[in-house]
T-cell receptor
């Protein structure tokens, strides 16, 4: 079956611009996560959705970052006034059950490589 | 907060050599522990996991044992292959309490290269 997909695979933008990154989770998965991976580092948690609501957004670095999941499936990560330090690979993951009902495997997408010039 | 520390890389081995990648963690309570692998050009994949102390996770010849007394989850394989060349990430997730459920805290990753 189809895995987690992310678009675009690569995004190059200029400092100060607005970008949107899209994540399509595995069909039926209720939990969705966003992570950011800088070069040579492990992924860092940004935000977790359970259904349509953001259950934990403690990892968002500042108010330039925002994410939505209006229908409980596709999610969009939005970054305003991009800075060079935002350059990274943005990863999305989904899992079938909410945590707390039995820890479930997170399936990761291939990521979107964002480069801010 | 929670953290995961992996041994410095990169690690370079010959085929059929024994592999150990060290991982230690700092966390409150009783987290679940994971090893993820990222093959060249591919996304992160779960390799194995352990959810409580003394559990052993295993997959594809890899093993790791959850050692609470030493807060460690070292990855081992008895005989590596060229196809095992990848980046390996140790991670933890809290099991209970608050809104931290589910989110993974990763180590920095260890690059493994296996030569024929």
């Amino acid at each position: 079956g189809a895995g987690v997909s992310q678009t675009p695979s690569n995004k190059v933008t200029e400092k100060g611009k607005y970008v949107e990154l899209r994540c399509d989770p595995i069909s039926g998965h209720t939990a969705l996560y966003w992570y950011r991976q800088s070069l040579g580092q492990g992924p860092e948690f940004l935000i977790y959705f359970q259904g349509t609501g953001a259950a934990d957004d403690s990892g968002l670095p500042n108010d330039r970052f925002f994410a939505v999941r209006p229908e409980g499936s596709v999610s969009t990560l939005k970054i305003q006034r991009t800075e060079r330090g935002d350059s990274a690979v943005y990863l999305c993951a989904s899992s079938a059950t909410p945590p707390g009902r039995g820890l479930d495997t997170q399936y990761f997408g291939p990521g979107t490589r964002l480069t801010v010039l | 907060g929670d953290s995961v520390t992996q041994m410095e890389g990169p690690v370079t081995l010959s085929e059929e050599a024994f592999l150990t990648i060290n991982c230690t963690y700092t966390a409150t309570g009783y987290p679940s522990l994971f090893w993820y692998v990222q093959y060249p050009g591919e996304g992160l994949q779960l390799l194995l996991k352990a959810t409580k102390a003394d559990d052993k996770g295993s997959n594809k010849g890899f093993e790791a044992t959850y050692r609470k007394e030493t807060t460690s989850f070292h990855l081992e394989k008895g005989s590596v292959q060229v196809s095992d060349s990848a980046v390996y990430f140790c991670a933890l997730s809290q099991n209970a309490g608050g809104t931290s459920y589910g989110k993974l805290t990763f180590g920095q990753g260890t690059i493994l290269t296996v030569h024929p």
